[in-house]
């Protein structure tokens, strides 16, 4: 499984973005699919989840001002960001999960800057 994140780029605060994640190859077995970030001089943490049945989970930090969705048929996740923060700037990583496989993908991510 390849995966490749794009539609990040500079923005300032309080505006928006939507980064798709582009996944081929053996995408039928992916169940989970994630966005992870990681801020420069910080750990990577989890944003959101959407898993293969449409349950969705989010980190606190973006509640309310971030969206995952998934689109099988384009086998393409996307992160809809508004009401973006200056704490939001991090590269955005892409991150699928084969448990069937016992493997898992990551995207080379997309850097999101937000300025003032």
């Known amino acids: 499984v390849q995966l490749v994140e794009s539609g990040g780029g500079l923005v300032h605060a309080g505006g928006s973005l939507r980064l798709p994640c582009a996944a081929s190859?053996?995408?039928?077995?992916?169940?989970?699919m994630d966005w992870y970030r990681q801020a420069p001089g910080k750990q990577r943490e989890l944003v959101a989840t959407?898993?293969?049945?449409?349950?969705?989970e989010y980190a606190d930090s973006v509640k309310g001002r971030f969206t995952i969705s998934r689109d099988n048929a384009k086998n393409t996740m996307y992160l809809q960001m508004n009401s973006l923060k200056l704490e939001d700037t991090a590269v955005y990583y892409c991150?699928?999960?084969?448990?069937?496989?016992?493997?898992?993908?990551w995207g080379k991510g997309t850097l999101v800057t937000v300025s003032s």
């Open positions: 991150y699928a999960d084969l448990p069937l496989e016992g493997i898992d993908y």
């Open positions: 959407i898993t293969s049945d449409g349950s969705i």
């Open positions: 190859g053996s995408t039928v077995s992916i169940d989970a």
